[in-house]
């Protein structure tokens, strides 16, 4: 689009300004001057970035899966009007990636769609079976406010427990298997800042919500129900002090009398529950630790603003969590325990930055623990971007 310019005609001022006015119109240019010089028209522009992105690196590490190396790809107007991302996490215990496209009111206003391809593969020293997955979908999601997001979507998944060891738990080795089928999933944010001062949200209460409904191995004879929740309510008692309440929960169970298996269930433990190692609590056979299908945590923490360590924020909180994992469909005729036991931690924690780098830690000791469960007392999360 030239919006009439030709070479070779010495245009009036107004004429150059109504050149500009109909190139910036086109909605392509950040700002557009046009002068003449020396006898010949020049036209400056300022682009509008049309597809911004960002290509990131990172190496991080927590006690929940050690050190890792990401790397992210996203960009903006991948596709026209959609967003596309990738995402690849290299562990040595763990392999995990994503793929995304997502297209804001695709299908109307407030009404998006999307694309998402996720799968993992899992080798922990303290398990003696792998994990793999790979599951796709196609989703729509409702966002009638910042506040609420409503997903909806339905895909395929290809989910194994394979190699696992021998003498492993009996219960283990009959669960080894892998099921390939449809699934579908439903999904619920909603974020809210109670109160009327929303031009200050670090003194106003908030809370946040997220639900999560998996309906597994749909067509199968092994159909499964996956339900999980996560609750964080914030409570300001003044502008450099706060009180969380935090709820953590899952329920698996099969929907045709069908038996769970380990690579369906829980294992809380270290960033999930702080206080004990990753899967490092819950039902048992042996040394072999076998998940539940069921799982609440509850954490209550006071954290307060300390100042400025190294010219960044320093955050401390102290803490106490509670709560535990249980339910087997197979106790292998009652060898298994897989009742409801009660495990508590108290600790402190500590988050700031270190050039430009975010820490996380805590210290925790177990105030209510079972003999076979394994504590972790120091927590450690730090990632550095490149």
Known sequence: MTCGTAAGIDYLEFELRAI???????????????????????????????????????????????????????????????????????????????????????????????????????DYDDLRYKEDSLRGDIFLAWTPSDRVRAEVGAGYRDHRMEDVEDGASELLLTEEASVDAPYLRLALDYVSLLGEQQDEPEIQPGVSLRLDQYFWNIGTDDPLSDTRAELVYRMPLSPDMRVLLGLNGGYVQGLDDNATRAIDRYFPGANTFRGFAPRGIGPRDDDDVLGGNRFLVGSLELQRDLGDLLGHSLRGGIFVETGGVWGLDDTLNGQIDDDWHRRSTVGVSATFDVANTPVSLYLAHPVEKEADDNAQLFGLSISATF
Not at 40 to 48: P, R
């Open 20 to 122: 500009e006015d109909c190139l910036m119109s086109t909605g392509v240019f950040e700002a557009v001057q046009l002068y003449e010089e020396n006898g010949s028209l020049i036209i400056e522009v300022e682009e509008i970035e049309m597809r911004p992105g960002r290509v990131e690196g990172a190496l991080s590490y927590d006690t929940q899966d050690g050190a890792v190396l990401s790397f992210s790809f996203e960009r903006y107007n991948l596709f026209p009007d959609t967003f596309g991302a990738l995402h690849l996490d290299l562990g040595r215990e763990t392999h995990r990636y994503s793929a995304a496209l997502y297209r804001a009111d695709a299908l109307g206003p407030a009404l998006d769609a999307g694309i998402d391809l996720e799968g993992y593969r899992t």
